[in-house]
Nanobody, 122 residues
Framework: QVQLVESGGGLVQAGGSLRLSCAASGRTFEIYTMGWFRQAPGKEREFVAAISWRGRGSYYADSVKGRFTISRDNAKNTLYLQMNSLKPDDTAVYYC???????????????WGQGTQVTASS
């Protein structure tokens, strides 16, 4: 099992920045890909960004390209999401996820965190 704990959410004004963190523990050697998803009220969970845990690949949803940056620190088993130029449409619960395969944009990840609320006010 892999446990994931997110932190760093909060309330910011539109145009502001936040950095989310996701600490992984347990059988972290199983991790191949890690990603961020978000879910707004009344909407389905959607892909935000993903990164290869050991390689160089990173991937973004079109809606966040150029504003969000995904990164990792393998020594700390921690995943990050730097969010700049936040918009009200970015308001959602953000979830960290880990996969044992190369899955990227789907919700077919193996492990999920509990989520952290991000609110960008207009």
């Amino acid at each position: 099992q892999v446990q994931l704990v997110e932190s760093g959410g909060g309330l910011v004004q539109a145009g502001g920045s936040l950095r989310l963190s996701c600490a992984a523990s347990g059988r972290t050697f199983e991790i191949y890909t890690m990603g961020w998803f978000r879910q707004a009220p009344g909407k389905e969970r959607e892909f935000v960004a993903a990164i290869s845990w050991r390689g160089r690949g990173s991937y973004y949803a079109d809606s966040v390209k150029g504003r969000f940056t995904i990164s990792r620190d393998n020594a700390k088993n921690t995943l990050y999401l730097q969010m700049n130029s936040l918009k009200p449409d970015d308001t959602a619960v953000y979830y960290c996820a880990a996969a044992r395969t190369a899955v990227v944009t789907t919700t077919s990840y193996d492990y999920w965190g509990q989520g952290t609320q991000v609110t960008a006010s207009s």
